[in-house]
């Protein structure tokens, strides 16, 4: 099969992980790993991962099938850093959907569906660690069964959809304790989207790291 990966960020956490799976895929599939939409050159599978830009029909044309890798349990948690909000809420149990792209945002048909589980201790780079280990699962499952997967409908019934997040998010309150805010430490990107917080006109970073 000939396979395009679309992730538009090489610095994403997840670029390091989808080259590793593009040499091992790459032994069977022709694959290209690819961050501009310019390089989108066609065949059977395009596969969007953490892309940020919205891939029009005249694009998708190019491919039999273009997927996208959505962290949530859709309809519910349409929009973006779904699995970010979730953790937020204190959900300990991530849903990850593979979808098929459409012109409306995450309203594509649903191909499968995988979870993983978190135990309330993790840190940025261990939730990285499931949910792209979710990802690579679906898309491996793409391709081994693209010739039998049957997409079902989504329903708008129940759907719930997230802001994009900003560096804002990442702002810790100096009036609140660890404790109730150890959940946004846990997500905060300690090199993109740190977390932060203001105190006497001085701005601070904060990095975590479990020694244990």
């Not at 994403?12 to 961050?35: C, K, M, N, Q, Y």
């Not at 970010?84 to 945002?105: F, H, N």
């Not at 946004?184 to 601070?204: C, N």
């Amino acid at each position: 099969m000939k396979i395009t990966v679309f992730c538009s960020d090489r610095e994403h956490p997840v670029f390091p992980r989808l080259l590793a799976w593009s040499d091992r895929r790459g032994r069977e599939h022709e694959i290209a790993l690819v961050t501009r939409s310019a390089d989108l050159g066609g065949g059977d599978i395009l596969f969007l991962v953490s892309c940020h830009e919205l891939i029009g029909e005249a694009l998708r044309r190019k491919y039999r099938k273009t997927l996208i890798l959505h962290a949530s349990d859709l309809p519910r948690g349409r929009g973006w850093s779904p699995h970010i909000w979730a953790i937020l809420e204190g959900q300990k149990r991530i849903v990850v959907a593979l979808i098929e792209a459409a012109d409306s945002v995450d309203r594509g048909d649903i191909w499968r569906k995988t979870s993983f589980e978190l135990e309330g201790h993790e840190l940025y780079d261990e939730i990285n660690a499931k949910l792209f280990d979710a990802e690579l699962e679906l898309m491996d499952y793409a391709i081994d069964n693209f010739a039998t997967v049957k997409a079902v409908p989504q329903s708008d019934e129940n759907a719930t959809s997230w802001r994009r997040r900003t560096p804002g998010d990442s702002r810790l309150d100096v009036d609140k304790s660890i404790r109730e805010q150890f959940a946004l430490l846990q997500v905060a990107d300690p090199d993109r989207y740190p977390a932060f917080f203001e105190k006497d006109g001085h701005t601070y970073e904060i990095t975590l790291k479990k020694r244990s």
